[in-house]
């Protein structure tokens, strides 16, 4: 089988090494850790195609350390073992310096996966490397995180690529034994989205499909990609802006913009179910009372779409996401709850008035629990006025309704049942 393009030209030293100036050029933030060979366990967070494991090789190669790798996707707890037990070994095969375990795509193994790494790293019986797509900060376990160091690699730019097409031109020697003059880059560029595995896959596609002299333009790398990529890496950073940029569009009352957005994620492949419980939670957080309606409504398109499944569930999605988008908004129900763990975190745990404490036995009782409660609904319209906070915060207003025709009635509701004491 023929070796791609990516991987015959990929780089070997960090001299070749294309990008990530920040971490790896003359003052980079991994430079002199490499060249003293003084390693820390990190993670490499970044877009699919801009050069993690390559980076992982040179690190290994650079520092003269033992090299393993594994992939997430088709490795267990088993392998993580095997490994760490040759390190702890030391049977000559590691004599000097701890190995370097890479594993690709970490953010796919399990807590319990990622929790048989913890003690190996800690004694420094091997120095790992996991690279991912995903924030560390939601997919890697917090007491792993705490042992690595992170570093964010970006996405390669024009330049970069456009450097990359040239490395290719004059260092592949299959490559370089072709006519090839590339005269319009730009659609190759735009394609590849920053992914520079990406970008070469499709140059050697063009190549190998094309009879000398080949003269690569616009119009011809459109009509040899059948499909025009769409640039959603749902297993990374875009996902979270796309998904984003969806929510405050509803927020927004757009709902153009929101089934843009929905769209840009179902053509990237995204889960219906995550899309589902972000509108879940939107409906609570950004409509909540001044449209009670809409959390059922999406509740129930969460059920839906669980139920149905792609590709019927984006008509469900759709509908749904624009009948958020065009009701009324309140987070008057998130500011509430907000401002009350405010005061909690700030005064701490106030004791229960003796009055609202539950008394199931004697002894309760004949200390006060319960006693002057005044149940409401022996009362003219089911209110009797009394205090329910702590007297340490007595009074103190943590809901202030919103303003919009729902609100603006509970609003009125509340000034007459508490005779202004709150403010309403």
Wanted: hydrophobic fraction near 40%; glycine fraction near 6%.
């Amino acid at each position: 089988m023929k070796v791609p393009l990516a991987e015959r030209i990929r780089p070997k030293t960090l001299d070749d090494y294309i990008s990530q100036q920040h971490l790896v050029g003359a003052k980079g933030a991994l430079t002199q850790p490499i060249k003293r060979g003084i390693i820390p366990s990190l993670i490499l967070w970044g877009p699919p195609g801009i050069g993690k494991t390559t980076l992982a090789n040179i690190i290994a190669k650079e520092s003269d350390r033992p090299f393993y790798t594994l992939s997430a996707i088709s490795s267990g707890v088993k392998d993580v073992r095997d490994v760490i037990n040759r390190a702890k070994q030391n049977d000559g095969l590691f004599t000097t310096k701890n190995p370097i375990l890479f594993i690709d795509e970490i953010h796919r193994f399990s807590k319990s996966q990622q929790d048989s790494l913890l003690g190996a790293v800690e004694k420094g019986w091997i120095t790992l490397i996991g690279a991912t797509t995903e924030n560390p900060s939601f997919e890697v376990i917090p007491a792993l995180l705490s042992r690595c160091q992170v570093y964010i690699l970006n996405a390669f730019s024009k330049t970069d690529l456009q450097q990359l097409l040239q490395r290719a031109l004059k260092e592949d020697a299959f490559i370089a034994s072709k006519d090839i003059e590339i005269k319009e880059s730009e659609a190759l560029l735009k394609i590849s989205g920053g992914d520079a595995r990406k970008l070469l896959n499709i140059f050697e596609l063009i190549v190998n499909s094309e009879d000398e002299p080949i003269v690569i333009t616009n119009d011809l790398v459109l009509s040899k990609i059948q499909k025009n990529t769409v640039l959603y890496d749902k297993a990374g950073e875009q996902h979270y802006d796309i998904i984003s940029a969806f929510i405050k569009s509803i927020r927004g009352s757009d709902p153009n913009a929101a089934v843009y957005w929905l769209a840009r994620m179902i053509e990237g492949g995204e889960d219906v179910k995550f899309i589902a419980r972000r509108l879940l939670l939107l409906a609570s957080e950004d409509i909540g009372n001044a449209n009670p309606t809409a959390l059922i409504m999406a509740n129930n398109t969460f059920q839906a779409v669980t139920t149905i499944g792609f590709p019927e569930s984006r008509i469900i999605l759709s509908q749904c996401a624009i009948y958020l988008a065009s009701s009324p908004k309140s987070n008057a129900s998130y500011e509430a709850i907000k401002n009350a763990q405010k005061l909690v975190q700030e005064t701490g745990d106030l004791s229960v008035p003796l009055s609202l404490r539950n008394a199931p036995t004697k002894l309760m009782k004949e200390l006060n629990y319960g006693k002057d409660y005044k149940y409401a609904h022996s009362f003219d319209n089911n209110f009797v006025e009394q205090e329910f906070l702590p007297d340490e915060i007595a009074s103190t207003k943590l809901f202030e309704p919103g303003i919009n025709s729902r609100e603006n009635a509970m609003r009125e509701f509340l000034k007459k049942r508490w005779n202004n004491k709150y403010d309403y």
